[in-house]
Structures are given as C-alpha cells and as structure tokens.
C-alpha cells in the first residue's frame, strides 16, 4: 500500500494527524467492541446532540460570553467558541460540556496499571475516556484521545447507570476514568461516581490535578481514589512542557488529602527535564511537609513519546536515586515505575522492611497483608484494601 491510498479516506487526501485520529477512532471501536460484543454498527452517533449537558462551573459575563471555571485555564469563550480543552463549548450564552456519556475507549485494567499500589491490589478497574484534556503535555502518552475533540474519535454512549451495570457484568470493583483527563468531563465524572457507590463500587480518577479548588472539593467528595501526576517541581516545566501552573496542581495536592481520599502521586521522570537531585529532594520534602509520609511515590520511567521522541528513556539508576532521595526525605512508600521486575515495584512493610505484596509490572502477584496489616510484625499499611 503506498502513501497515498494510506493517507486518504473516501477518495479524499487527508493529513496524517487526520488519519493517526481516524485510526485512533478505529482502535477505540475495538475496545468498545471488546466490552459491548455485537455492538460494532452502534459505537458511533452522529448526533452530538445526545451527548450535551449544561456544564457547571462557569458564570455568564455579558453579551453572551462566559467564563469557565472548571480549572485554572479559566477560559472566556465568546458564542460558539470552545475551551482550551476541546470539550466545552458557549452555545447562545451558556457553557455546555460535549461530552457528557460520551465514552471513546473502555477497558478492564488490573489496577495497578493506573497506578495504584495501595488500592485494592489485584482487582480489576473498568478503565473509561473521551476526548479532551485542559494540559498541552509534550509527552502525552495519549494524545490521540487527550488531544483530540469528540467529533474526531469513535464514541459510544454510556449511562452513569450503564457503566455501574458494566463493571458489575465484569466483576469490576472499580470504575477508573483515565486515558485523557477526567477534569474535563467534569459533570459526568460526577454522576457515575455517586451511582458507582451507590452499588457498592469504587470510582478513581487518574489525574493531572489541574482543576481549581471548589471543583476539587466536589471531585473529592465523590471519589474513593485519586492518583495525580506531579510532572516536576518547577514552574518553568509546567508552563514550557504541559502549559499549566505547579501552584495550582499543590494547591489541589492538599485539598485531596484534606478530603480523606486516597491518594498516590506519580512522578514521570524525564531525563534533562525534571530529574536533578535538588528538584527531587525539594518535592519529597514538600510532599512530607504538606501531604504526610504516607502518601505513596511512583517514580516512573519515561519512554520517548509524541512529541518528545528526543530524548532517551529514564535510565534505571536515576530512578533508583529519585527513590533514595524521597526515602530519605521521610516518604514511606517509594516505587520504581515502568520497570518490571525490579525490587522496588513490590510494597515493604515501613515498620519492619517485609515485602507485604509483590508485583510484576502491572500485575499483583502475592498480597500477604492480613485485614490491611502486615503479617509479620502487624503494622497498620495505609491504603484501601476492602
């Protein structure tokens, strides 16, 4: 096939960006397939219509404008104008959400891919997205969907009760919104939240943690886990590679853990970027200071992606180091991220130095904790564990 019948659709020349979204569209109609069997005729609806929820969040500004305040980014759209995240829209003076129900790719995920290493270890998680993501991170392991709009992916329709209904199907216990970032479906997060638990299942989100604090609080209240991807400790970072703010995303660190809800933090660990020894020692200690000791660390290894294919993958002994240094600083839980196999993917006792459950990549192998404690020396692990 040469470039030509790749690069084209109905008899039509397209970009490549047109046609890595086409394609996208295709993979995510196979994991919806995967999940709704029988269902390949029915995964796309044309009628964006369907999909429209007036936001929350927001407040008219006159002459028909508004400004959203669902996150920092604190967009003012004029009619018809969408938000830097894609999915929020001014239709005739208010803001509406694209995207309410509106579902791109499903998956049943061992938890641990998320990750969350004290949550539930071994369950599965019913992993869901859509389009959208209020950050522009240069190394988006996802930018087919985080950076895309609705109209540009398959789509299938999904219930707050439809998706409780799924993961009951699925002996899921867990409904994890991930992929793109849950932020920007707001509203529907929401909803199917409270009616996850009102059947007894636990909804997370997989985080940027770029929402402002009201719309924090809300998201809080309503989730069981919540894992959050601090990408540096610096401001220059932030602004330069996700165009974002650090201030905002410590400032909703710490209304989480006010909350009571879970939380693990991840810190995707790029080589020049953001892993010298002084920034990480500064963000362990404030992670300590501010968060507690308890809270788990994930330092991850990154692999060239997007737009970032220049640099080389994390080597292993950085890694290694960022853990040391958090160690040191106080924080209980450190894991090496990304490499399997290695001895720091495994859960040890912060009391007596026991592995209490052993993973391999993103699979629980063993979990030797009894009623959330250790079994050889009965200190209490911090998690959720029932």
């Known amino acids: ?53 007036e936001a929350r969040h927001w407040r008219a500004l006159g002459d028909r ?58 369950s599965l998680a019913l992993s869901v997205a859509t389009a959208g993501c209020n950050l522009r991170c240069r190394f988006c392991q996802n930018w087919q969907l985080s950076q895309s709009g609705p109209e540009d992916i398959t789509a299938r329709q999904v219930s707050p009760e439809g998706l409780s209904i799924l993961a009951k199907r699925h002996r899921s216990p867990v409904i994890a919104f991930t992929y793109n970032e849950p932020t920007v479906q707001f509203e529907y997060v929401v909803d199917a939240a409270r009616e996850a638990r009102r059947r007894s299942l636990k909804p997370v989100i997989v985080s940027s943690g770029y929402i402002r604090p009201p719309a924090g609080r809300e998201f809080a209240k309503v989730l069981d886990g919540i894992k959050i ?11 330069e590679v996700c165009g974002a703010h650090l201030r905002d995303v410590l400032r909703n660190l710490e209304v989480v853990k006010s909350s009571g809800t879970w939380l693990e933090i991840v810190v995707l660990i790029i080589p020049t970027l953001n892993d010298s020894p002084a920034e990480i020692r500064n963000m362990t200690r404030w992670v300590t200071r501010n968060l507690g000791r308890d809270v788990p660390m994930h330092f991850t290894r990154f692999h060239p992606m997007y737009l970032m294919r220049n640099i080389q993958p994390t080597p292993v002994q950085t890694l290694e180091r960022c853990r040391t240094i958090a160690v040191a600083e106080g924080v209980r839980y450190a894991y090496v991220g990304n490499v399997t196999g290695h001895r720091w993917e495994h859960t040890y006792c912060h009391r007596c130095g026991r592995v209490v459950i052993r993973r391999s990549g993103i699979f629980a192998t063993q979990n030797l904790l009894q009623n959330g404690r250790c079994p050889h020396c009965n200190t209490a692990i911090p998690g959720v564990w029932i």
Do not use: W
Not at 14 to 39: D, N, Q, W, Y
Not at 95 to 113: C, G, M, N, Q, W
Not at 229 to 239: A, C, H, M, Q, V
């Open 1 to 53: 096939m040469n470039s030509l019948e790749i690069f084209t659709h109905e008899g039509r020349q397209i970009s490549r960006r047109s046609f890595l979204l086409r394609s996208t569209g295709a993979f995510c109609a196979l994991a919806l397939e995967s999940v709704f069997p029988g269902c390949g005729e029915c995964l796309f609806s044309s009628e964006g219509d369907v999909y429209r929820r």
């Open 65 to 122: 404008q508004v400004q959203c305040g669902l996150c920092p980014n604190e967009c003012v759209l004029g009619p018809g104008d969408r938000g830097m995240c894609r999915v929020r829209e001014n239709i005739d003076g208010k803001l509406y959400t694209l995207v309410y129900s509106r579902l791109a790719s499903i998956h049943l995920d061992p938890i641990e891919k998320k990750p969350f290493n004290h949550f539930l270890p071994g």
């Open 229 to 239: 991807d601090l990408k540096s400790f610096t401001e220059r970072f932030y602004s």
